[in-house]
């Protein structure tokens, strides 16, 4: 095995091209230095500088290996300082885990604050219903989840609520309401309606249910979807209507228009939470977390 010392003695020879010159550059003697040179031929088993009284040069198979010696010492050095980086907490990988429904506001704006805060960290995100990112929070597959409490199974987690928001209606723009400022779900009771599945985002999907009973009715549900996209683009395609959490607002689309909704309810109430296991010490969940504090001020109204 060549050694990284040996390698930089003899880049520093092959650059030079005068063993006086490259022992001063090493601050080593010079017969040392001619006899690690012998070394290490002897241990790659080729002759790599021609020697003669008066000048020193690479041969072919000198020339080669210089340019894998210089590759093999800048990885080196690459890693060391990846190390230290990593050690110091300002570089290295956090896998975040996230509910689909943040990912066209919420989810951006926490990337890019995390990105210029932090720039010398990969991400990698898994979109999972709140549920599956429990499972791979205890499971250790996860660093941080942004998910919407409240969830089963979360006893050994620790959470932090850093967002709120309401449910809007999300209406056809013909629809008899559309000019409205704002609705009240009475108004709705009865349409027909798109709903998140019970079994993948039981959260929204209990509290639709438990909105629509505090104004007085049980919903009509004729489709069931469980991305906020799909359910827009069917809202505007004249199905029905749909109550979705106000992040849906940032997708604009022709046919449809987005309404507050006036009820008192809390069950309209929303929240998304940061959640981990307070076992992950690593410097990316530490880092993220630091960032994702609690929110301040009323809900965020719909646009």
Same mark, same amino acid.
């Given at each position: 095995?060549?050694?990284?010392? +040996? =390698? @930089?003695?003899? %880049?520093?020879? /092959?650059?030079? *091209?005068?063993?006086?010159?490259?022992?001063?550059?090493?601050?080593? !003697?010079?017969?040392?230095?001619?006899?690690?040179?012998?070394?290490?031929?002897?241990?790659?088993?080729?002759?790599?500088?021609?020697?003669?009284?008066?000048?020193?040069?690479?041969?072919?198979?000198?020339?080669?290996?210089?340019?894998?010696?210089?590759?093999?010492?800048?990885?080196?050095?690459?890693?060391?300082?990846?190390?230290?980086?990593?050690?110091?907490?300002?570089?290295?990988?956090?896998?975040?885990?996230?509910?689909?429904?943040?990912?066209?506001?919420?989810?951006?704006?926490?990337?890019?604050?995390?990105?210029?805060?932090?720039?010398?960290?990969?991400?990698?995100?898994?979109?999972?219903?709140?549920?599956?990112?429990?499972?791979?929070?205890?499971?250790?597959?996860?660093?941080?989840? +942004? =998910? @919407?409490?409240? %969830?089963?199974? /979360?006893?050994? *987690?620790?959470?932090?609520?850093?967002?709120?928001?309401?449910?809007? !209606?999300?209406?056809?723009?013909?629809?008899?309401?559309?000019?409205?400022?704002?609705?009240?779900?009475?108004?709705?009771?009865?349409?027909?309606?798109?709903?998140?599945?019970?079994?993948?985002?039981?959260?929204?999907?209990?509290?639709?249910?438990?909105?629509?009973?505090?104004?007085?009715?049980?919903?009509?549900?004729?489709?069931?979807?469980?991305?906020?996209?799909?359910?827009?683009?069917?809202?505007?395609?004249?199905?029905?209507?749909?109550?979705?959490?106000?992040?849906?607002?940032?997708?604009?689309?022709?046919?449809?228009?987005?309404?507050?909704?006036?009820?008192?309810?809390?069950?309209?109430?929303?929240?998304?939470?940061?959640?981990?296991?307070?076992?992950?010490?690593?410097?990316?969940?530490?880092?993220?977390?630091?960032?994702?504090? /609690?929110?301040?001020?009323?809900?965020?109204?719909?646009?």
């Amino acid at each position: 095995m060549v050694s990284s010392r +040996l =390698l @930089r003695q003899f %880049v520093a020879v /092959a650059e030079e *091209l005068h063993y006086g010159r490259a022992a001063a550059r090493l601050h080593m !003697a010079q017969p040392p230095l001619s006899q690690s040179i012998k070394r290490l031929e002897a241990l790659v088993g080729v002759q790599m500088l021609n020697r003669s009284r008066h000048a020193v040069e690479l041969t072919a198979a000198g020339q080669v290996f210089l340019a894998e010696a210089r590759d093999l010492l800048a990885r080196e050095a690459k890693a060391v300082e990846a190390a230290r980086r990593a050690a110091e907490g300002v570089a290295g990988r956090v896998t975040i885990g996230f509910v689909g429904s943040i990912s066209y506001e919420l989810l951006p704006r926490i990337l890019l604050g995390f990105r210029a805060r932090f720039p010398g960290f990969d991400i990698d995100l898994v979109e999972q219903t709140s549920t599956e990112q429990i499972d791979g929070l205890l499971a250790g597959r996860l660093d941080v989840g +942004l =998910l @919407r409490p409240p %969830v089963n199974n /979360a006893a050994d *987690l620790q959470m932090r609520v850093i967002h709120r928001e309401r449910f809007v !209606a999300v209406l056809p723009r013909g629809h008899r309401l559309a000019r409205a400022r704002a609705v009240r779900l009475a108004q709705l009771a009865d349409e027909s309606f798109m709903t998140f599945p019970a079994d993948r985002i039981p959260g929204l999907h209990s509290k639709f249910l438990l909105a629509c009973a505090d104004a007085g009715f049980s919903p009509r549900t004729v489709l069931q979807a469980w991305q906020m996209p799909s359910m827009v683009s069917l809202v505007a395609a004249g199905f029905g209507v749909a109550l979705l959490p106000a992040q849906a607002c940032s997708l604009p689309h022709p046919g449809v228009v987005y309404k507050p909704i006036g009820d008192d309810s809390g069950h309209l109430a929303l929240e998304i939470a940061a959640c981990w296991h307070p076992a992950n010490r690593s410097a990316g969940a530490r880092n993220l977390l630091s960032l994702l504090t /609690a929110p301040t001020g009323a809900p965020t109204a719909a646009r």
